[in-house]
């Protein structure tokens, strides 16, 4: 049997850093607050001349580089973000031109915040039945560009980055369970109000906000998290107890807590970058993992969850062996 399996990581995160103090000289905010509700004490924001693409070639040269694969390996490229570069060409086309990749199938996936997982559900089904050999898996966003600068409630929230697997077809297990749901009962919950179809709001053309019900957001975060890893354990037969790591989306260090307890993990053993990263979106939980195999703590053949939940609403989740 085929199976898939993470054969390199890479990750980008824009130069330009924005403190929670450096906020604070721009709206009601402070630092105590933002790091008391959120966690987040920084953010990276793209330059003028950065876009999704091209953090996310960024990411994707350092996984490739850390596999060993070429372009002329690559098959399959799949990014999950819900800031792509333009309406079409998908933010996945121009990638695979920069980096010399030729004939491969490319596309985008949206489902906000768990774009990651949606691409990398999709891109272990395709290794599975063949279609694909080496899939590069991308997380890339530049939310600042959809953050409105002059709401305090989601201003401090959001940060850019780029995140990169590459997944390769394997005997040995790697992806263990994928799974992903979406409930869009809750679009006005979490949401950017304008865009190409439905337009723009006439009193502030040319723009598009994150729109946000934080609390209610938050409480199903935590609940939706809780559900997913059950539900991805149980369908291994397995145990909570049998997670090395847990790394779940970074939205906010609150909701990642309380998750981690009602699933009875002990945050030692959850990996948390949201204090650095703020929250990234589709990246956040590729960055995350990147951290974590660098500093060591995640070894190869490690069990590891990881679990997010965003807009749509959309929720998933994914079992790997490191
Ligand atoms: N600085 C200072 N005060 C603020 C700020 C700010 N940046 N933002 C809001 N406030 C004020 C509010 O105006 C309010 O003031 P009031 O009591 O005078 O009306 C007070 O702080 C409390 O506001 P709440 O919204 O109730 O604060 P809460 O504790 O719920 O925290 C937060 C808000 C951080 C947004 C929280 O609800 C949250 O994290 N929700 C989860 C949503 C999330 O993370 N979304 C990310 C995208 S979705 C995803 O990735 C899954």
């Known amino acids: 049997m085929t199976h898939a399996r993470i054969a390199g990581i890479g990750s980008f995160l824009p130069e330009k850093v924005v403190t929670n103090t450096d906020l604070e000289k721009v709206m009601d905010t402070s630092d105590e607050w933002i790091q008391e509700r959120t966690g987040i004490k920084r953010r ?163 723009e598009a906000f994150i729109e946000m019900n934080g609390n209610a957001v938050f409480k199903r975060a935590v609940a939706t998290f809780d559900a997913i890893a059950r539900e991805t354990v149980a369908d291994l037969d397995g145990d909570l107890g049998d997670i090395d790591w847990f790394v779940p989306h970074q939205a906010n260090m609150r909701i990642i807590k309380a998750a981690a307890k009602k699933l009875g993990m002990p945050m030692e053993r959850v990996i948390a970058t949201v204090d650095e990263h703020a929250n990234t979106s589709g990246a956040s939980i590729p960055l995350a993992l990147e951290l974590a195999v660098r500093d060591g703590r995640i070894q190869r053949g490690d069990t590891v969850l990881f679990a997010a939940f965003g807009a749509g609403f959309t929720w998933g989740s994914a079992m790997i062996k490191y």
């Open 44 to 206: 990276h924001v793209v330059a003028d001349d950065e876009f999704t693409s091209s953090i996310g070639v960024q990411a994707a040269r350092r996984a490739m580089d850390d596999a060993g694969v070429g372009p002329e390996d690559i098959d399959l490229i799949i990014v999950g973000t819900c800031t792509p570069d333009k309406v079409f060409p998908s933010t996945a086309c121009i990638i695979q031109h920069q980096l010399g990749v030729k004939g491969s199938a490319a596309f985008d996936v949206n489902a906000a915040c768990s774009g990651f997982l949606y691409a990398l559900d999709l891109a272990n089904r395709y290794i599975k039945t063949g279609g694909a050999q080496t899939a590069l898996v991308i997380g890339a966003e530049t939310l600042s560009r959809i953050t409105n600068w002059e709401d305090r409630g989601t201003a401090v929230l959001f940060g850019d980055g780029a995140g990169c697997v590459v997944l390769q077809a394997s005997d040995e297990p790697g992806i263990l369970s994928t799974h992903i749901h979406a409930d869009g009962q809750f679009e006005e919950l979490l949401q950017v109000r304008s865009g190409i179809s439905v337009g723009y709001d006439k009193t502030r053309a040319g």
